[in-house]
């Protein structure tokens, strides 16, 4: 039975991974972004998550909480005051994981893993909000109720039906209703 078995070993013992979580979760904070292994990536964003949520909640406790997980006390002072005021209006999904490649040695898949800056969200809703915007101010085209119009230089086959010439569709049989109207 796997019963609390849950999360990702790493191949490290309990102390080292959690020593190498704590050290990529302090770099992440202070660098903004790190380049890891997917794995390691995907094992890190809840607990970076969990950190932003502690530094929006602000009280001393959930301070205290972060420096005792934190290794740099200069990165938990930036997450508390510069990091937290991006996120305040965000309900979570602060960390975005992008896949790079592979790693030239052992060929294991990279990924970068970065907190979201808040310009990038609030020029996509600006750029959603004009698109918008634009298709309601601009009057559509109304469609014709003939059917599909012909490109230029073409003739439909009701075009050339009403010149008098044969159907190039209709094949032997136009050709032959021709011949009768000579």
Known sequence: MRHRK??????????????????????????DQIE???TKAKTIRPVAEKMITLAKRGDLHARRQALSYMQD???THRLFDE??????????GYVR???????KGDGAPVSVI??????????????EKKKKAEKSSS??????KKGKAAPAGEKTPRSAEEEGKPDSSAGV??????REED
Not at 85 to 92: A, E, F, V
Not at 118 to 126: A, L, S
Not at 173 to 178: D, P, V, Y
Request: glycine share 6%.
């Open 6 to 31: 849950a999360g990702k070993e790493l191949s490290r013992n309990t102390s080292h991974r959690r020593a190498m979580l704590r050290n990529m979760v302090t770099s992440l904070m202070k660098y």
């Open 36 to 38: 890891t292994t997917d």
């Open 73 to 75: 006390k200069s990165a």
């Open 83 to 92: 990091i937290k005021d991006r996120y305040l209006d965000r309900q979570g």
């Open 97 to 103: 994981i992008v896949k790079k490649g592979f790693r």
């Open 114 to 127: 970065q907190l979201l800056a808040v310009e990038e969200e609030k020029k996509t809703k600006k750029k």
């Open 139 to 144: 009057p559509r085209p109304r469609k014709e």
């Open 173 to 178: 049989a136009g050709a032959a209703k021709e």
